[in-house]
């Protein structure tokens, strides 16, 4: 049984490591979003956001693998040897902390991609805004053109 929960404890840390250094690619991945977004080259964009679809969907088993061990941790603590909480508790916070810096991550991306949508509606609202003022006065009469435009 103790040598059953070596190999749990191994498997679970391993599952950790793997899980922390997908998240760490998905981190180098949102920095290249960043500097692609900036630049518009959506075909790079598209790359970058399949790649990271790919790094995400290797997280799932994983992350069934740990939420399973952690909940029969939990459930019977017990199951976890002593001599490798300590262990396992920093592999957990080092995970929960890449985990919290691409979350960081990926929120600025946001603010960033949300300021730039406003920018670029504003300057759609100011073109359209224009141009309907310019087609209303050129469809308009004669008489309801500025005096300064009459020719007399």
Same mark, same amino acid.
Not at 89 to 97: F, P, Q, R, Y
Not at 105 to 110: A, F, G, I
């Given at each position: 049984?103790?040598?059953?929960?070596?190999?749990?404890?191994?498997?679970?840390?391993?599952?950790?490591?793997?899980?922390?250094?997908?998240?760490?690619?998905?981190?180098?991945?949102?920095?290249?979003?960043? *500097?692609?977004?900036?630049?518009?080259? @959506?075909?790079?964009?598209?790359?970058?956001?399949?790649?990271?679809?790919?790094?995400?969907? =290797?997280?799932?088993?994983?992350?069934?693998?740990?939420? @399973? @061990?952690?909940?029969?941790?939990?459930?019977?603590?017990?199951?976890?040897?002593?001599?490798?909480?300590?262990?396992?508790?920093?592999?957990?916070?080092?995970?929960? @902390?890449?985990?919290?810096?691409?979350?960081?991550?990926?929120?600025?991306?946001?603010?960033?991609?949300?300021?730039?949508?406003?920018?670029?509606?504003?300057?759609?609202?100011?073109?359209?805004?224009?141009?309907?003022?310019? =087609?209303?006065?050129?469809?308009?009469?004669?008489?309801? *053109?500025?005096?300064?435009?009459?020719?007399?």
């Amino acid at each position: 049984m103790q040598n059953s929960g070596a190999q749990v404890v191994d498997q679970f840390l391993s599952d950790i490591r793997r899980s922390a250094e997908i998240y760490g690619s998905l981190i180098e991945l949102t920095h290249e979003q960043g *500097r692609v977004l900036s630049s518009g080259d @959506t075909d790079e964009l598209i790359r970058i956001a399949r790649e990271k679809q790919a790094q995400l969907s =290797r997280l799932g088993p994983l992350d069934a693998s740990i939420r @399973t @061990t952690r909940k029969e941790w939990e459930d019977d603590p017990s199951r976890l040897p002593a001599s490798r909480r300590e262990e396992v508790n920093e592999a957990v916070s080092h995970l929960e @902390t890449v985990l919290k810096d691409l979350l960081t991550l990926e929120r600025d991306q946001e603010r960033v991609l949300l300021s730039e949508k406003e920018k670029a509606l504003e300057e759609i609202r100011r073109v359209d805004a224009g141009r309907r003022v310019q =087609r209303a006065y050129a469809a308009g009469p004669a008489s309801s *053109r500025s005096v300064l435009d009459r020719k007399e």
